[in-house]
Every structure is written in structure tokens, then in C-alpha cells.
């Protein structure tokens, strides 16, 4: 059982979106958003990271860009935590607005742009943190202005590895001008070859790779003993169901109308690796039925972020239970069996 009170949660869906984040944030570093009362059901355990978890729901990198409420959000039950996107130098990201809330559709648009403290305070703030078993990833991009991507993520991931379970390496926000290019296999190797991370490295992708983007990224991936990949981060794409008139406004999509997408993306990512990296679904999980449909598209782990913002904490209490009970009635005794088992 979750504590998190309804009242908050109902609060929170009245303010203007980015002080409704803030408020989240401030609420979880207060000890207000509540704490999974009992243990996972084992069925849920699995291993990743050179880490046992206890269930394998994660936390999407983007709420938690400071890494300022590790603990608070591990003890709502996530499984594991992805602090960031945190850049070498602070920076305010675009003007607001910058954070839309399509109810509707169940979906976000954000073009944040990389708001952050910077690596120095996110530093600070993870050896603060009393991490208590926590199951952390740094998740790190490269700044708007004056950027050298093959020095400066490699200079990030010695600087965040010794504080990290792993790293995630984010070419893929659709706000940071020119960063999407850096998904080209020659670009990604370019990366890759000045990483020497003692932790495993995971590259974040975005879902409007074509097929031959998503093969030249495997093979950078493998060439350059990358962990796995994380699929995906949020769309420019616009589906034309999409109702909220706020799709008009630019940035990327997440949530709901991300899921076939991410899914099919995940599904042919899978096939492509073969079983030699690690991947982690991400993209419009609301539901037990969703988590599992990763699971089975060749997901090792799962990553919620809009479903999260809409149900809050109380959602971990209904997908983890609903994962559970999935996994049983399809005859599954743990989660990697189920891994890549629709594939
Ligand atoms: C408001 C917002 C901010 C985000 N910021 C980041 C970020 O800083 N770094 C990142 O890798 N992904 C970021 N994401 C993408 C999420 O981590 C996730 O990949 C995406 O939203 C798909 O999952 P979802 O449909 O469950 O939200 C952000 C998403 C949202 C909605």
C-alpha cells in the first residue's frame, strides 16, 4: 500500500505543469509522497546492473534531474532510479512554457531543454544522499553553448561512474539543437571509444530513428561494448489522434501515443542484438499489460515517466501487483523469463 494522498495528487493536477513538478519534488524531499508499505512479490525480482532489484520498474530520467530526491523516490517501490539529464555546466533550458499536459490523450509534450543544476550539484547531491540500496543510473547530455560531445561525455561518465549503478548516455532529447545527430554510428563510436566506464554504459534513443539509424546504432553499440540500449526517449512525431489542441506545440511527445511506437522500435532492437545488450523499455506504460508487452518485446527493465505524472505514486501499486499476476497467469515463474519471450 501507498500512502500518497489523493488530495496531493489532485492538487498537483491544477497547477501549471512545471509548478505542479516542482511542487512533486518538494512534496517527495518532505517525506509527504509516502512509502510502499511491504515487500515486492518475488516473482518480480530480477538481476541488472551487477545489482539485484526487487522489482523492474524504474524511475524515466528527466523527473529527478538533480538527483535531489533519490531516496524519497526509492521508497515509493521503484526498482531502480534514473537521476538527470545532467549537463558539465548549469543552464536554464528554453523559456516557458515548456511542459503541456495533454489529458486526453494521456501525454505530455516537453521541451525542457536540458534545465539543470549542473554536474557539480548533482555530484553534491548524490553523495548526500543517503541512497539506502537504491538502484541509481546518471543519465548525462552535453550543454547548449560551447559543446564538445567526444570530450565531454566521455568526461562526464568518469565523473559520474563512481556515484552510479549505470550510465545512461542521452542522445536523444529533441531540445538540444544538433543532439539527435550525435546518433549516428560514426558519431556514437566517436563517443564511445573515449568512455572507459568500470559501470555499464546505456545509450538513450529516440524513437524517430529510421531502421538503418537503429542498426548503426546497435552495431556502434556492440562494437563498442555499450551495455544496452534505452528505448526511448520522447517523439516529434504527432499522431493524428492525438485530440488536445496543445499538439501543436513544439517539443517531444510522451506517454500513450508513444507506445506502439516504442514497442515495435524495442521489438526490432531486440532482434537486431541478438541477446548481447541489455534493453530497457521505455514509453507510454500505464498498465500491467503495457510493462509486460516490454517485457516481451525483449525489455530486461521497464521505465515509466508520463504515467507516473498522471496516476502518481498509487501507480506503482496497481502495475506492480498487475506485472505480478501477469506473469503467473501466462505461466512465467520469474521476469527474465518473460524477456523477449513475444519476440
Ligand atoms: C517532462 C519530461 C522531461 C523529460 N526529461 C528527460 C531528460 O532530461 N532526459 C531523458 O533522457 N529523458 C527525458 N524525458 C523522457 C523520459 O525519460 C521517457 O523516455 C519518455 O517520456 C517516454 O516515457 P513515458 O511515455 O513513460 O513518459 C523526459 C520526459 C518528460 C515527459
Redesign the pocket.
Known sequence: MILAPPVLMAALRRLEPERAHHLALTALRWGLAGRQAGPDDPILATAAFGRQLANPIGL???FD?NAAALAPLGRLGFGFVEA??VTPRPQNGNPRPR?FRLEEDRA?I?R?G?NNQGLEVFLANLRRAARAGLVLGA?FGINKEGAEPERDYPAMASALAPHADYL?I?V??PNTPGLRDLQSGERLAGILRHIASPKPVFI?IAPDLTEDGLEAVVAAALAHDAAGLII???TLARPATLKNPLKRESG?L??AP?FAP?TAMLARAARLAGGRLALIG????FTPEDALAKLLAGAALV?????F?YQGPAMLARLKPGLARLLRERGFSSVAEAVGAGL
Open positions: 524515466a530520467a528527466g534531474k538527470g539529464t511542459l505530455i516537453n525542457m536540458f543519465n545512461a542521452n536523444s532529447s538513450k526511448a526517449n520522447t517531444g510522451s506517454g508513444l516504442s521505455a514509453g507510454g506504460v521505465q515509466i515517466y508520463t504515467g505524472v
